[in-house]
């Protein structure tokens, strides 16, 4: 699954610049702004009512692997260890909010400290969200496809809507992936019809 994610991240990042690799982007920047919107969709105002969206946050949680799995790409740290770790990470049999809370926060304090991405936090974050590897590698197939279709639907030149039909992509992708059924390896194109479906009929 690891060898399959890093390809899908490859493919998705030649998508965005054929010298993705010499860039500069700042992966680690991404990250913790992710961290500051996962936190949102889950709820941390004491002074509001909040209901946690889980779906977007383990959205969120996905976006932040994208960009951490380019920087373990770029710099050469992905290695087969790894899976084994993703793997291995027991999600918590009762999760605490707060911990949760602070699993993120310490992801975001990590990268912004090293400027880089460390898979640790990350894990931890995975445990006491709780989020399977199944779960982040399904859900990480799907968040590809999306980047995809908005690579190739007008993101990079600001032509792209993300609100269609009153909700957000994200909210048509998980709704989507509930929906779309059989064998793993149809997912994919499926899915980026589907996508495509919805926002034809918008426009």
């Known amino acids: 699954m690891l060898h399959t994610m890093a390809k899908m991240q490859e493919t998705h990042n030649l998508q965005v610049h054929s ?12 990250i913790w702004v992710e961290c500051a919107e996962m936190l949102d969709h889950f709820g941390w105002k004491w002074w509001k009512h909040q209901v946690p969206d889980i779906d977007q946050v383990k959205l969120e949680l996905v976006d932040i692997w994208h960009f951490g799995l380019s920087e373990l790409i ?21 999760p605490d909010p707060a911990l949760f809370r602070a699993s993120i926060e310490t992801l975001a304090a990590d ?9 640790a936090p990350f894990v931890a974050a995975m445990q006491n969200l709780p989020m399977t590897y199944q779960e982040l590698f399904d859900m990480y197939v799907g968040k590809n496809v ?15 809507r993300k609100v269609w039909q009153g909700r957000e992509d994200n909210e048509h992708l998980v709704e ?3 929906e779309l059924q059989g064998e793993a390896e149809e997912l994919p194109d499926r899915l980026f019809q589907a996508l495509e479906g919805r926002y034809e009929r918008e426009n």
């Open 146 to 160: 999306l980047n995809q279709f908005r690579q190739a639907n007008g993101y990079q030149d600001g032509s792209y």
């Open 176 to 178: 989507l992936l509930a």
């Open 111 to 119: 990268a912004l400290q090293s400027q880089s991405f460390a898979l």
């Open 19 to 30: 010298q993705w690799r010499t860039q500069g982007y700042e992966y680690y920047r991404a």
């Open 74 to 94: 770029r710099a050469d740290k992905l290695v087969d260890d790894m899976a084994t770790t993703l793997a291995a990470a027991q999600p918590a049999a009762d």
